[in-house]
């Protein structure tokens, strides 16, 4: 009669211990890490505060007393900022232009970013690299170029004073063309993420693969949307080079177009010996603030979209 035979438990080898860094070295590193973002965060909250409050006082207190509060806060500044400074103006021509310009990037982004991510196909990592390639061309090597090109639109019958210079849809074309490259680089690592099992699921239950990506894919990857979403509004808001190349009206009877960052810098040059310090400080506020309004709402999002690539 035989037995089994069990081998004797054996204990487990002691693992030598690591030395642990002593804690006065993460007290160090925390102090100067923390002391860096104070910082960073008051070289970047400071100025935007003064130029706020700057847009409430006169010209006289702007000069005299630059860092004192306003002895009576002027927001008469603002409404002569907006209709005698053609801010009204420029900021519907920066509202149609970013309302083009970020809805056709985040469709054409999204889709591009999504068959790549999720097909493959002969040439898909070639036009994937071609996206990223597109991130390393700096923007000052395409400018003549593109002036050539856009004012070779404007020559097109019927529709070539629509997408010539100076036109809303040109630059929009631009605008989109230069964020692309970010947003497909930015959603395909996204879209890597999502589990397959659901988009399996869904194919199975009968889903076309416009209906997968619509009402499956896109809902999941909202966090990664928003995210490059700002990143696309707060990019396009700021643009000045592009719209100053491109928005040059070609005769005298051609509608400005103007964007507000354009648009601020010549109603400084045009206020010339004449400066109207508490409208321009004005303006500036109306320009920025938007912005941030946007970032305060959706920090959170932008925040989990961040990281959501590299928490799953």
Do not use: C
């Amino acid at each position: 009669m035989t037995q089994l035979v069990t081998a004797a438990p054996t204990a487990p080898e002691e693992q030598p211990e690591q030395a642990k860094p002593p804690r006065g070295q993460f007290g160090v590193v925390n102090f100067f890490s923390q002391g860096f973002l104070l910082l960073w965060a008051a070289m970047v909250v400071l100025p935007l505060l003064w130029a706020v409050m700057s847009s409430f006082k006169t010209d006289s207190e702007i000069l005299s007393s630059p860092w004192s509060l306003p002895a009576t806060p002027r927001f008469d500044n603002f409404a002569r900022a907006w209709s005698t400074g053609h801010i009204g103006t420029f900021f519907l021509n920066t509202v149609i232009v970013l309302a083009g310009g970020v809805t056709i990037t985040m469709v054409v982004g999204s889709m591009a970013a999504y068959v790549l991510a999720r097909y493959s196909f002969p040439g898909n990592r070639i036009i994937y690299y071609a996206f990223v390639a597109g991130l390393t061309l700096p923007i000052f090597l395409a400018l003549v170029p593109l002036f050539k090109i856009v004012g070779n639109l404007g020559n097109i019958p019927v529709i070539g004073p629509y997408l010539g210079l100076n036109s809303y849809a040109g630059l929009i074309l631009v605008y989109v063309a230069f964020s692309l490259p970010f947003t497909v680089f930015f959603l395909h690592s996204f879209f890597r993420t999502l589990p397959t099992e659901i988009a399996e699921a869904g194919l199975l239950d009968g889903a076309s693969h416009t209906t997968l990506f619509a009402k499956v894919m896109l809902p999941m990857a909202r966090p990664g949307l928003i995210s490059i979403g700002i990143f696309n509004v707060i990019g396009q808001w700021n643009q000045y080079l592009l719209p100053l190349v491109l928005l040059q009206p070609q005769s005298s009877f051609d509608t400005d177009h103007s964007v507000l960052a354009e648009g601020l810098l010549n109603l400084a040059v045009a206020q010339g010996y004449k400066s109207d310090w508490s409208g321009l400080f004005a303006g500036m506020t109306i320009a920025m603030l938007p912005m941030l309004v946007v970032y305060v709402i959706f920090q959170r999002q932008v925040q989990a979209g961040l990281t959501a690539g590299t928490l799953k």
